[in-house]
Structures are given as C-alpha cells and as structure tokens.
C-alpha cells in the first residue's frame, strides 16, 4: 500500500517527536555512563542492567567504549522501529 506525502510526513514528524537523538545519546554515554545511561535512553533497559552488572568483571568498561561505535546504529534502530509502527497504525485507519 503507498501512502501519500501528507502521511509520510506525518510519519517523519512522529519520528522527528518521539525519536532519539544521536548527540544526547552521547552526552548520556559520556556523563553517565556508569549507569547505561545512554541503552536506557535508547529503550535497551536489558542490556542497560547487564552492562551495569559487567562492570563489576571489567568487561563494561570494554562495553563502554564500544557503545561509542555503536550508539548511531541504535537510534537508527530505535526511530526505524517508530516510523514502522506509526505506519502500521496508518495502515490499520485504512484498512
């Protein structure tokens, strides 16, 4: 099913609204990354928790600083996966 301009644009708006952001996420893993708080503001509670948990072993420090790789990757994910739902809530109008 094709959608219009005027509803891909309110799809981008809910995305641009209730997505994350690159540049908070960063300043979350630099200021607080002792407590994840960074997979916290990306909705990764679980592996927030555990990588809390694994600080206590040195391997979260490690996980740490790979997160500054793949913090991009996770907003991505997390606004791909609103712009899919509200989609799938203009489709369900439709239909």
């Known amino acids: 099913m094709a959608f219009t301009t005027a509803e891909?644009?309110?799809?981008?708006?809910?995305?641009?609204?209730?997505?994350?952001?690159?540049?908070?996420?960063y300043l979350l893993w630099f200021f607080l990354w002792f407590v994840s708080g960074h997979r916290f503001y990306l909705g990764r509670p679980g592996s927030a928790f555990l990588q809390i948990l694994s600080y206590f072993i040195v391997i979260g420090f490690v996980w740490v600083l790979i997160d500054a790789f793949l913090i991009p990757g996770m907003?991505?994910?997390?606004n791909d996966a609103i712009r899919r739902q509200v989609m799938g809530e203009l489709v369900g109008r439709m239909g």
Do not use: I, T, Y
């Not at 891909?8 to 996420?25: C, I, K, M, T, Y």
């Open 75 to 78: 907003v991505l994910e997390k």
């Open 8 to 25: 891909l644009s309110l799809v981008e708006q809910r995305v641009s609204n209730d997505g994350s952001n690159v540049g908070l996420a």
